[in-house]
């Protein structure tokens, strides 16, 4: 792969991660309202895939340790994609990964909370 199309790719990726963060924002919403019942928030995948529907759990403070970090997202193991983010922490049921490259600015810049 050229590095034209690595950097695309990961322009790419960036921009379907940044709207899946926007999802679980408006979702943290909803999330605070039922987690005295259940003590958990209830996610969106923020992986690179545009057609991903998949949930994962998650605790309000684990996520908002990830949100710290405009560069970092919530995803489930095994929608990792090496090529364009590394995988910075483990737990059960997701992991998260950190943008590189061509997508990390890209990243900054649609941070909602920024």
């Known amino acids: ?19 899946f963060r926007m999802v679980n924002e408006r979702l943290t919403e909803l999330n605070e309202a039922f987690q005295s019942i259940d003590g958990g928030y209830v996610i969106a995948c923020e992986c690179a895939d545009v057609g991903c529907t998949e949930m994962l759990t998650i605790t309000a403070d684990a996520y908002e340790a990830i949100r710290r970090e405009p560069n970092r997202f919530a995803v489930l193991p095994d929608h ?13 049921g997701y ?13 900054r810049a649609l941070d909602p909370r920024a």
């Open 1 to 19: 792969m050229s590095g034209d199309e690595q950097a695309e790719r990961q322009v790419r990726a960036a921009r379907n991660q940044s709207m």
């Open 80 to 92: 990792v994609y090496p090529d364009v983010e590394a995988v910075v922490d483990e737990h059960p």
């Open 95 to 107: 992991v998260v990964v950190a943008k590189h490259g061509a997508a990390e600015p890209i990243v």
